[in-house]
């Protein structure tokens, strides 16, 4: 059974940083890009970051540029997040997901792309 687990969410004060990581079971994702999508109360799911299956490319959501950082062990099957300077306006369920494309030099941040889903982690900012 394939799974994408996420963790380390949770509450913080603005301004302050945390790390989410997503394990992946069943399957090796080395060769899928792997992203991070997010939904707020009452809003779409939204791109937050991407990264290539090879690991040279990474891609941003402008809110989030400079502030988070995608980053990928494909020796241990996970993926992180790391958020700096967070804002009030990031607090939503955060989810971590595997593009079903093999080795694609494309990448899209549209969530139909993406195959494989975590049951997401909730990050809540306090102002």
């Known amino acids: 059974q394939v799974q994408l687990v996420e963790s380390g969410g949770g509450l913080v004060q603005a301004g302050g940083s945390l790390r989410l990581s997503c394990a992946a079971s069943?399957?090796?994702?080395?060769?899928?890009?792997m992203g991070w999508f997010r939904q707020a109360p009452g809003k779409e799911r939204e791109f937050v970051a991407i990264m290539t299956w090879s690991g040279g490319s990474t891609y941003y959501a402008d809110s989030v540029k400079g502030r988070f950082t995608i980053s990928r062990d494909n020796s241990e099957n996970t993926v992180y997040l790391q958020m700096n300077s967070l804002k009030y306006e990031d607090t939503a369920v955060y989810y971590c997901?595997?593009?079903?494309?093999?080795?694609?030099?494309?990448?899209?941040?549209?969530?139909?792309?993406?195959?494989?889903w975590g049951q997401g982690t909730q990050v809540t900012v306090s102002s």
């Open positions: 069943g399957r090796t994702f080395s060769n899928n890009a």
């Open positions: 997901a595997a593009d079903r494309r093999f080795r694609s030099t494309v990448v899209s941040s549209e969530p139909a792309q993406y195959a494989y």
